[in-house]
Nanobody
Framework: QVQLVESGGGLVQAGGSLGLSCAAS????????MGWFRQAPGKEREFVAV????????YYADFAKGRFTISRDNAKNTVYLQMNTLKPEDTAVYYC??????????????????WGQGTQVTVSS
């Protein structure tokens, strides 16, 4: 199991930026694909971005392309999500997640077995 703790959420005006961090402990971080997901009130949890264990493979949801950047620092056991040009529709609880299987890259939430507690991002118009 991996323990995950997110930080960095908050309130920002539309057009602004926020950076999220997720610190991991437990399983060997450097072999795990990490992902970010979000859930808005009344909506299903949705995929935001994923980064492979070494950082060479990155995938984004369409809404995140060009605005969000996922990265990781394996020396610090941390994954990041930089969000720019934020919109009110980006308002949600953001979760980081660790893939169940080592050296595997997928984007479906059931494939992620460990989740952080979530951090609230609110974008005002």
């Amino acid at each position: 199991q991996v323990q995950l703790v997110e930080s960095g959420g908050g309130l920002v005006q539309a057009g602004g930026s926020l950076g999220l961090s997720c610190a991991a402990s437990g399983r060997s971080f450097s072999v795990i694909t990490m992902g970010w997901f979000r859930q808005a009130p009344g909506k299903e949890r949705e995929f935001v971005a994923v980064i492979s264990w070494g950082g060479s493979r990155i995938y984004y949801a369409d809404f995140a392309k060009g605005r969000f950047t996922i990265s990781r620092d394996n020396a610090k056991n941390t994954v990041y999500l930089q969000m720019n040009t934020l919109k009110p529709e980006d308002t949600a609880v953001y979760y980081c997640a660790a893939h169940r299987r080592d050296y595997s890259v997928t984007m479906a939430s059931p494939d992620f077995g460990s989740w952080g507690q979530g951090t609230q991002v609110t974008v005002s118009s």
